[in-house]
């Protein structure tokens, strides 16, 4: 047993390691795509918001936009559902009301329930509305969180066998749900891409700067 501990803890070790290591490369992904992408896809809908009121304005009815624009379903397509303001905001005290450590029977639950409360406020400082939902709806780990394990009968060898394993299975939640992540898909498609020497964000950002040249000079005839 205790060469399974040592096992274990070194595995322990490695995986939090690439868990940190996986979050520290999203957050520079995003930051980037932020920057390169994010903007230009708000100021493209500020545009294209301002045209639709011109056209309601000059035509006497609100104008139906004739074809979605490419900056839409680039959103569609690589980007989780967006919840904002209140929504978000329920959906995270949602999670917090099921797992919150204050509802731990012992301290061992309580240690639990802090990991998953970790994984959900990393989720809420980030938007991450995907992983708030994942968490909310698995079953399995709401009886991780709250089953009895028979942690008092154990010996401590046994114990810390039991909280090793426990620790594992909280780092692989965080690194499968880590994964599973819409953007997070996106920054693999991006690198795998880079490998052959194309830049996916930049071209996608020089094509919403089209549009938005585009959209601004038919905003520009709509308002003489």
Not at 19 to 33: A, G, M, N, S, V
Request: glycine letters at 6%; hydrophobic letters at 40%.
């Amino acid at each position: 047993m205790a060469g399974e501990i040592l096992r274990l803890e070194s595995l322990v070790a490695e995986r939090r390691a690439e868990l940190t290591d996986l979050q520290e490369e999203f957050r520079e992904f995003k930051t980037r795509y932020t920057q390169m992408v994010g903007g230009r896809l708000s100021e493209l809908a500020e545009v294209e918001a301002a045209i639709r009121e011109a056209e309601a304005h000059r035509f006497g009815a609100e104008a139906l936009a004739e074809d979605e624009s490419d900056a839409v379903q680039d959103v569609a397509q690589t980007s989780a559902p967006v919840v904002v303001g209140g929504s978000f905001r329920k959906l995270f005290w949602s999670v917090a009301r099921m797992f919150h450590p204050d509802h731990a029977s012992d301290e061992k639950e309580s240690r639990r329930r802090h990991a998953v409360m970790a994984e959900a406020s990393r989720a809420y400082r980030e938007g991450d509305a995907e992983s708030l939902r994942a968490l909310l709806g698995d079953e399995e780990l709401q009886f991780f969180c709250t089953g009895t394990h028979g942690h008092e009968e154990a010996a401590d060898l046994a114990g810390r066998l039991v909280e090793l394993k426990e620790e594992l299975r909280t780092i692989e939640f965080g690194v499968k749900r880590l994964k599973q992540n819409g953007l997070y898909q996106l920054k693999l498609r991006v690198e795998e891409e880079a490998k052959g020497g194309i830049d996916p964000l930049a071209a996608q950002a020089e094509r919403i700067n089209r549009q938005i040249v585009k959209a601004r000079r038919r905003l520009e005839n709509l308002s003489s």
